[in-house]
C-alpha cells in the first residue's frame, strides 16, 4: 500500500510542476491569427466608454469646419473644444473619435461613445434615438451656388434642381424636402467639388461650414439668405440623464463665464 502512495504521490508532484510551468509565462507564442484578434480585442475596448469613469469619448466627423477638422494629426474646432471644457470640468479627460457623420448615433447607442458632438441639430426624428442637452450654438443652414449662377437665389428657387449635401446632416433632410433630386456624400468639400464641376446645382449646408468651403473654391459663392434656422447641442444615448445634466451644467458655466463665446470667437470671426 505504502508503495502505491508513493507512487500516486510521486505522480501528482509532476503533474503539479507541470501546471506550474505553464503559468509562469513558459507558454507558446501566440500564432499570428491569435495575436490579430488579441489586437482587436484590445482597440474594441479602447472605443467603449471608460470603466472609470475617467474619459468622456466623443463620437464626431472631422470634415466640418470650423466646428471639427483635423489640424496636423489633431481634431480640432469649436466641438473639440467645448466638449473638452466640459470634459474638465467633469473632471475627466476627452478622447475623440472620428467616423462618417451618420455613424455618430450608432456609436451612441452601442455605448463606444459617450457623446455626440459634429454641429449636430437638435430634430425630432434624432431626439427618438438620443437625448440632447441644451443648445450651445444658433447656426443656420445655407445655399452654395456656382459664383456665375443668377437663378438661383435663395430657398424658393432650388426646388426641383439637383441639391448636393454631406450624408446624415440636417442638410440631406431639408433637401428632399424641395427636390427629389439629392446627391449624397461622405464629405462636404466632395459636394463643393461636384458643384464646382457642375455636377450638381446647388449645395445646402451649415453656414459657418460653407463659408469656409467657399474660401478654398473662388469659383462658388454662398447666398445671403438662409435656407433655415437650428440650434446645435451635444448627443447623448437616451435616458442617461446624470450624463445630460452633468453636460448641462458645464455648458451653463461656460457660458456664464464668458468661456463659451471665446471659443466660438476663436474660429469664427464675426463680419
Known amino acids: 500500500m505504502k508503495k502505491h502512495l508513493k507512487t500516486i504521490f510521486a505522480f501528482a508532484m509532476a503533474a503539479t510542476m507541470i501546471f506550474a510551468a505553464a503559468g509562469c509565462g513558459s507558454s507558446p507564442e501566440p500564432t499570428s491569427d491569435?495575436?490579430?484578434?488579441?489586437?482587436?480585442?484590445?482597440?474594441?475596448e479602447a472605443e467603449a466608454p471608460s470603466e472609470s469613469g475617467d474619459t468622456l469619448i466623443m463620437a464626431t466627423n472631422a470634415e466640418f469646419p470650423p466646428y471639427e477638422f483635423y489640424e496636423g494629426g489633431d481634431v480640432v474646432g469649436i466641438d473639440v473644444e467645448i466638449a473638452r471644457a466640459v470634459a474638465e470640468s467633469?473632471?475627466?479627460?476627452?478622447?475623440?473619435?472620428?467616423?462618417?457623420?451618420?455613424?455618430?448615433?450608432?456609436?451612441?447607442?452601442s455605448e463606444k461613445a459617450d457623446i455626440g458632438a459634429a454641429g449636430m441639430t437638435v430634430t425630432e426624428d434624432r431626439k427618438a434615438s438620443v437625448d440632447f442637452t441644451d443648445t450651445y450654438v444658433k447656426a443656420s443652414q445655407v445655399i452654395i451656388v456656382k459664383?456665375?449662377?443668377?437663378?438661383?437665389?435663395?430657398?424658393?428657387?432650388?426646388?426641383?434642381?439637383?441639391i448636393g449635401v454631406q450624408l446624415g446632416t440636417t442638410g440631406d433632410l431639408y433637401a428632399s424636402d424641395v427636390t427629389d433630386t439629392v446627391e449624397r456624400y461622405n464629405k462636404g468639400f466632395e459636394a463643393v467639388q461636384a458643384l464646382s464641376q457642375g455636377k450638381i446645382d446647388a449645395v445646402i449646408i451649415d453656414d459657418q461650414v460653407a463659408k469656409a468651403l467657399a474660401a478654398d473654391n473662388a469659383d462658388v459663392k454662398v447666398l445671403d439668405e438662409p435656407f433655415t434656422e437650428e440650434e446645435y447641442a451635444i448627443a447623448?444615448?437616451?435616458?442617461?440623464?446624470?450624463?445630460?445634466?452633468?453636460?448641462?451644467?458645464?455648458?451653463?458655466?461656460l457660458k456664464e463665464s464668458g468661456k463659451l463665446q471665446e471659443i466660438v470667437d476663436k474660429y469664427i470671426t464675426a463680419e
Open 90 to 109: 467633469m473632471g475627466k479627460e476627452l478622447h475623440v473619435e472620428d467616423m462618417a457623420f451618420d455613424s455618430i448615433i450608432p456609436a451612441l447607442l
Open 34 to 44: 491569435e495575436q490579430n484578434v488579441q489586437s482587436t480585442e484590445g482597440e474594441e
Open 147 to 162: 459664383a456665375d449662377n443668377t437663378e438661383i437665389t435663395g430657398a424658393d428657387s432650388v426646388e426641383g434642381k439637383v
Open 236 to 253: 447623448v444615448k437616451k435616458d442617461n440623464t446624470e450624463l445630460v445634466e452633468q453636460i448641462n451644467t458645464a455648458l451653463k458655466e
